[in-house]
């Protein structure tokens, strides 16, 4: 069988990292471990713990593990999903390729290497082929013919940590108070179920680690950095459905950046069978903001106003709008921690610091964050932590 440049990268960078594996010891002293929070960074510290021998019990606010990773699913034809959260792997995501190489899970290319990708400056319009996009996306990331993203959805890597713990997850447990003494902590859900340990660990973000209660009181540093610090970015996809890929015939692959505001346009149908085809839409920041203020009619009829610029048939359909708005969902409130140049220097390693027997992780104590690296680092080292 032979395989194109592309299917070479994507196997190299999962060979790379799955070369090398973890040592797993055995716990000579097994420890009972509450995890608060079941997105990625929660879900792979549980994991690493239990594989170690320590007893643990995840505790998750939602009705679904995941977190930040969300692909939707059923709600559009021919078998088509999307994520309305992580989605991209880099090739320096070398956690990230490490644990979908230990799941069996397959990985294809994220950007499409045939049809023209659109930009846009100052309402004109540029095409470009796939060599030339790298050097304008924002970040200059290099070959972008490296980039992939997990083959049938990026929930399934949560999924599968999820399989792996089994019954230690409890979902739809939002924890309101952690108490901690000389003999170990307590934790206390909404439903008003108690969970006895030797130790927690915190993944959830700063948006709601902020509304649980601490007795005694986290640290005066711990406070400052978790309630002035870090500013979420807010983050919202809008999926529209077109009942053909009719970008194709103008040569595009219906992919697109908009240089001048924070605006990307994707279509995750690109590699998929079938005819329909799905534009996504991309937005962050006060733009992100300004859509959601907006009725869903008004959202969909913005959007096409603004895809016509570039995509002139996008109106002669009949169609509908699903979204996701990151700030809108009370368990995340944005999209990732985004702290200025100042807040990184004077609070990030404030929020990573334990204090007594409460461990703190996620993607906002990480340096990559907004990505499964972030995340997967994050949980990695709470769980090394709690292991010593």
């Given at each position: 069988m032979t395989i194109n440049r592309r299917q070479f990268l994507v196997r190299s960078a999962v060979t790379l990292v799955a070369t090398t594996s973890y040592h797993q010891v055995t716990a000579q002293t097994p420890k009972s471990v509450i995890v608060i929070g079941a997105?990625?960074?929660?879900?792979?510290?549980?994991?690493?713990?239990?594989?170690?021998?320590?007893?643990?019990?995840?505790?998750?606010?939602?009705e679904r593990v995941g977190g930040r990773v969300l692909t939707l699913r059923d709600k559009f034809s021919e078998g088509?999903?999307?994520?309305?959260?992580?989605?991209?792997?880099?090739?320096?995501?070398?956690?990230?390729?490490?644990y979908v190489e230990h799941f069996g899970?397959?990985?294809?290319?994220?950007?499409?290497?045939?049809?023209?990708?659109?930009?846009?400056?100052?309402?004109?319009?540029?095409?470009?082929?796939?060599?030339?996009?790298?050097?304008?996306?924002?970040?200059?990331?290099?070959?972008?013919?490296?980039?992939?993203?997990?083959?049938?959805?990026?929930d399934l890597l949560p999924q599968a940590f999820a399989k792996a713990l089994g019954n230690k997850i409890h979902l739809e447990e939002a924890v309101t108070f952690i108490e901690q003494n000389t003999e170990g902590v307590r934790v206390f859900s909404q439903s008003g179920r108690q969970y006895e340990g030797d130790c927690v660990i915190c993944t959830v973000p700063l948006t709601v680690?902020?509304?649980?209660?601490?007795?005694?009181?986290?640290?005066?540093?711990?406070?400052?950095a978790s309630n002035g610090g870090y500013d979420y970015r807010p983050a919202t996809r809008m999926f529209v459905e077109f009942p053909e890929r009719f970008w194709e015939q103008q040569g595009l692959n219906g992919w697109g950046i908009f240089l001048d505001r924070p605006e990307e346009l994707w279509q995750p149908t690109w590699d998929a069978t079938g005819k329909t085809g799905i534009l996504h839409s991309y937005l962050k920041g006060e733009?992100?903001?300004?859509?959601?203020?907006?009725?869903?009619?008004?959202?969909?009829?913005?959007?096409l106003n603004q895809w016509k610029e570039i995509l002139p048939k996008v109106s002669d359909y009949s169609v509908t709008l699903t979204s996701?708005?990151?700030?809108?969902?009370?368990?995340?409130?944005?999209?990732?921690?985004?702290?200025?140049?100042?807040?990184?220097?004077?609070?990030?390693?404030?929020?990573?610091?334990?204090?007594?027997?409460?461990?703190?992780?996620?993607e906002h104590t990480s340096t990559a964050r907004g990505w499964l690296q972030g995340a997967l680092e994050s949980g990695l080292r709470v769980a090394q932590e709690v292991k010593r």
């Open positions: 997105g990625v960074s929660g879900l792979v510290a549980a994991y690493e713990l239990a594989v170690a021998g320590h007893q643990v019990t995840v505790l998750e606010a939602r088509h999903f999307v994520e309305a959260g992580a989605a991209r792997i880099r090739p320096s995501d070398d956690l990230t390729l490490r899970l397959e990985l294809s290319p994220f950007f499409p290497d045939s049809g023209l990708y659109i930009t846009v400056k100052d309402g004109k319009k540029n095409l470009l082929s796939p060599q030339e996009l790298a050097s304008v996306m924002p970040g200059n990331t290099g070959a972008i013919e490296q980039w992939t993203k997990i083959r049938l959805g990026a680690l902020n509304k649980i209660n601490f007795k005694p009181s986290l640290s005066s540093e711990k406070q400052i733009l992100a903001l300004s859509m959601d203020a907006l009725s869903p009619e008004e959202q969909l009829n913005t959007l996701y708005a990151w700030q809108s969902d009370p368990w995340s409130q944005g999209g990732w921690a985004y702290p200025t140049k100042t807040q990184e220097n004077e609070l990030f390693h404030e929020l990573s610091r334990r204090e007594g027997k409460i461990y703190f992780a996620g």
